[in-house]
């Protein structure tokens, strides 16, 4: 019972996405995109998708992804990379050095609060025995909260800054990557839901 209704719930989840996903793009983000391109200039969009990627993350809550796609909407795919790495780099840099010099207490108290995050303080700890760069890359990679994770690895004294920045942005190159590869991808990907076939630039 339970696996049909998992099925169920999956089958009416993509049937929505094809019916919404294109009158999403076309009604919303396709004039939302000739209205960005009309008032500033490239440089200009370029800079609040950098702004919003490196402030976003300090709400804790609020993503950049949706400021990700719109880097691979408006600019060529490497071009929108370097741009949202160059910002992710910033942000992972302001994280750490706020959770290290700054808000330490505060931090650490935050991440005691629930089982996820205590679970994550604790794993730190193993850091000496480890090895710094295997902890960063593996704790990068695997599920718990990137915000979070941008703060806990700034608590860590054996996680020097080197270590965290050069570990950090390595393993964010890939993630990064599709998502702008997703965002250059949405106005095809709408064309295709809806049966028509887009013209390579």
Known sequence: MCAFFWIAVIVASGVMFAIIFPRFI??????????LRRKL????????????????PFSLVMSGMPFVWLAGIVFDYWLALLIVMAASAVGMSLQYWLARYI????????????????????????????????????LRLGPFPYHWLNYALGLCPSIKYP????????????????QVFFGRSMETLAD???????NPD
């Not at 076309?26 to 209205?35: G, K, N, R």
């Not at 996820?116 to 303080?121: N, S, V």
């Open 26 to 35: 076309e009604h919303v983000v396709t004039p939302f995109i000739a209205l």
């Open 41 to 56: 200039t490239p440089m200009q969009i370029a800079a609040v998708i950098f702004a919003a990627i490196v402030i976003l």
């Open 103 to 138: 808000f330490h207490e505060r931090i650490e108290r935050f991440l005691q609060r629930s089982p996820k995050r205590h679970g994550l303080a604790v794993t730190l700890r193993a850091v000496d025995m480890a090895g710094p760069w295997k902890v960063v890359a593996l």
């Open 163 to 178: 270590v965290y920045i050069i570990c950090s942005v390595v393993t964010e190159l890939l993630p990064r990557g599709l």
């Open 192 to 198: 295709l839901l809806r049966g028509r076939v887009r």
